[in-house]
């Protein structure tokens, strides 16, 4: 008696589920993104072997482009927010609270405090028009308000978050050294020895036996 061959059908797999989730997780993505602001200056710092990486947030960065200018940024909103405030007051200038916003929304900046009003109330395009010109911090024995700047954000931090602020100095490969060491040499003589230098990571030599 010959074997009856049971009728095979192919497999089918429907893939409308499957694109309803890939056009879910595109649409979350593209209303959930927020895209970082352009840095007022962008450096290329020197290169090293070094694979040391800074913590995650409470950092406070101060840059060093080649033209010698000092930029400061900070990574949490709350803490510009309130360093403004605080360094506003000590220089008498006032801002808005339109002006503070904007502020808080900036990874750095670099004009001194009697500029800011009127850096903060262009729009991004004019502030990315000027960031070429722009003067830098000032951080000279005379009128050291990088300093300020520093202090008030690491007291900001400690009485917001109860946390200590990392403090990172970003230089351009180009930078002249001597401002570097200066701007070193500025929070040293406020007790403040503990910073890292950021470099990007270049391949650690290997030794052929």
């Given at each position: 008696?010959?074997?009856?061959?049971?009728?095979?059908?192919?497999?089918?797999?429907?893939?409308?589920?499957?694109?309803?989730?890939?056009?879910?997780?595109?649409?979350?993505?593209?209303?959930?993104?927020?895209?970082?602001?352009?840095?007022?200056?962008?450096?290329?710092?020197?290169?090293?072997?070094?694979?040391?990486?800074?913590?995650?947030?409470?950092?406070?960065?101060?840059?060093?482009?080649?033209?010698?200018?000092?930029?400061?940024?900070?990574?949490?909103?709350?803490?510009?927010?309130a360093t403004l405030r605080?360094?506003?007051?000590?220089?008498?200038?006032?801002?808005?609270?339109?002006?503070?916003?904007?502020?808080?929304l900036m990874p750095n900046?670099?004009?001194?405090?009697?500029?800011?009003?009127?850096?903060?109330?262009?729009?991004?395009?004019q502030r990315k028009a000027?960031?070429?010109?722009?003067?830098?911090?000032?951080?000279?024995?005379?009128?050291?308000?990088?300093?300020?700047?520093?202090?008030?954000?690491?007291?900001?931090?400690?009485?917001?978050?109860?946390?200590?602020?990392?403090?990172?100095?970003?230089?351009?490969?180009?930078?002249?050294?001597?401002?570097?060491?200066?701007?070193?040499?500025?929070?040293?003589?406020?007790?403040?020895?503990?910073?890292?230098?950021?470099?990007?990571?270049?391949?650690?030599?290997?030794?052929?036996?």
């Amino acid at each position: 008696m010959p074997k009856v061959k049971p009728h095979r059908t192919s497999p089918s797999l429907d893939m409308t589920p499957m694109v309803d989730l890939a056009f879910l997780l595109v649409t979350f993505f593209m209303l959930t993104t927020q895209f970082r602001p352009e840095d007022a200056v962008v450096v290329d710092p020197p290169s090293s072997t070094s694979d040391f990486r800074t913590p995650e947030s409470d950092i406070l960065t101060l840059t060093v482009d080649a033209k010698k200018r000092v930029f400061w940024g900070y990574d949490k909103a709350p803490i510009k927010d309130a360093t403004l405030r605080a360094v506003a007051a000590k220089y008498g200038v006032t801002f808005t609270e339109t002006q503070i916003k904007q502020f808080s929304l900036m990874p750095n900046f670099g004009v001194p405090i009697q500029q800011l009003g009127s850096y903060l109330d262009k729009d991004t395009e004019q502030r990315k028009a000027l960031n070429a010109s722009l003067p830098g911090i000032p951080y000279d024995s005379l009128n050291n308000q990088m300093i300020d700047w520093v202090l008030e954000a690491r007291k900001a931090n400690a009485r917001l978050f109860q946390k200590p602020t990392y403090l990172a100095i970003k230089g351009d490969g180009d930078a002249d050294v001597a401002t570097v060491q200066k701007v070193i040499k500025e929070l040293q003589e406020k007790d403040i020895n503990r910073f890292n230098l950021i470099t990007s990571l270049e391949m650690k030599p290997t030794f052929v036996k």
